[in-house]
């Protein structure tokens, strides 16, 4: 019989998210129970068989490296299990919840638009994108007082950068990005009409993230995929209208849980990086001070903002054979979930890991995966717009000043603010 490795401590309650990332529970985790069994009808409300956490990055990398143990295909991000439900699984698969050969194969319909040669184009527009956004923020918060760095700086760069590589209108922007929060977000009420841990949600249980608002997303896609077939152009839409796997093309729930997932995916990461960019230099402005008297820091900075937000809070795997994760054996569809923000703050591999250090290096971080088939396909673009805004940051800004109490998103999932009130001290 299995038992919770650290029972007193939950890292798996949305409502724990929401009031803060646990890192103090991470850390007893890392140091007792590396490898921990976490028994879900006991984790506020999350019914399931349970899983295997892991919270070491040795664990974390050596999981995702080894896709042929611990697979994708039964779930790669949510926790819930979806082992006993194929039609769900099926309804719901995206590129994440498959391994190689066919993650290789989808992964490089859009590999050309999210290469780094590829993105490196786009700085000069990035570039002129954040000097935009920074700009009009210190114009609203000189008239207000303050501003909301989620809404007023970290969330309107990467929509701006994303409507042109997806093929979206720039008027559609708006409510994609609305409904893609809605549907991320679904465990939290401000967001989602649907709220995972406290309704009935069966009745979408064939919808991505078991939200009614995927809908909404699938019904545009399919309508702009339909104008797009037979044209030429190297947006995502117009490429996935147009893909063909193994000979086929995808069909429209293919197309539509694609576009949705490189929505998300390509907003979530750099938002809440830049969001949480802003509060580490407002709780930390030596390091802002630094990075302006120091330009050559500006790589490690990048990488270090990356470390230190991790966005990406878990993901999930399924073990395929008896085997061992260090010394503890673990059973053939037995779930593992990998924790990043855990992973990025592991004292073997980062000194002082609670310390925000823009000099740091090495810096190995996770955050963009450990390693593997899986590695986060936006990683270029996600670098590319945090350096453009340290970069623009240090030239305009003197400073960045709390003005309020941030409120984080409830979930478990995504390492998100919804409101960060702060001052930016004009340079």
Known sequence: MRHDSVPHLDIVGHDVYAASVPHTAYDEFRMVAPVAWINETEANGHHGTGF??????????????????????????????????????????????????LHTKLRQLVNPVFSKVAVETYAAHAAKLIDLVISEALRVGTR???????????RELPI?????????PDQDAP?????????????????????????????????????????????YVQRLSAAR?????????????????????????????????????????TRHSLAHGLLAFAEHPEQLHRLRSDPSLLETATEEVLRWTSPQLHFRRTVTVNTAIGEVAV???DKVVTWYMAANRDPALFPNPHTFDIGRTPN????????????????????????????????KVERVELAGEPRRVRSNFINGLKELPIRLVER
């Open 144 to 154: 207000d007082g303050h501003i909301d760095g989620v809404h007023g700086i970290a």
């Open 52 to 101: 295997w956490s892991l919270t070491s990055h040795e664990h974390v990398v050596a999981v995702h490296k080894d896709w042929r143990t611990f697979s994708s295909e039964v779930g790669g991000t949510e926790i819930e299990g979806l082992e006993h439900d194929p039609e769900a699984r099926a309804a719901r698969r995206t590129m994440l919840e498959t391994d190689p050969p």
């Open 229 to 269: 077939q037979g044209a030429t152009g190297g947006d995502v839409l117009t490429v996935l209208a147009n893909a063909l796997v193994d000979g086929r093309p995808l069909t429209e729930r293919e197309q539509g849980t694609f576009f949705l997932l490189l929505l998300i995916a390509g907003n979530e990461t």
């Open 160 to 168: 701006r950068m994303l409507t042109g590589l997806l093929g979206v």
């Open 364 to 395: 190995r971080h996770v955050t963009f995966g450990g390693g593997g088939p899986h590695l986060c396909l936006g990683q270029w673009m996600a670098r590319l717009e945090v350096r453009s805004f340290l970069q623009t940051l240090v030239e």
């Open 331 to 333: 059973a053939a569809g």
């Open 175 to 219: 409510r994609l990005f609305e409904w893609a929060d809605q549907i991320v977000y679904n465990a939290d009420p401000d967001y989602s009409p649907a709220v995972s841990d406290q309704v009935d949600t069966d009745p979408y249980r064939l919808l991505p993230f078991r939200s009614p608002v995927s809908l909404k997303v699938l019904e």
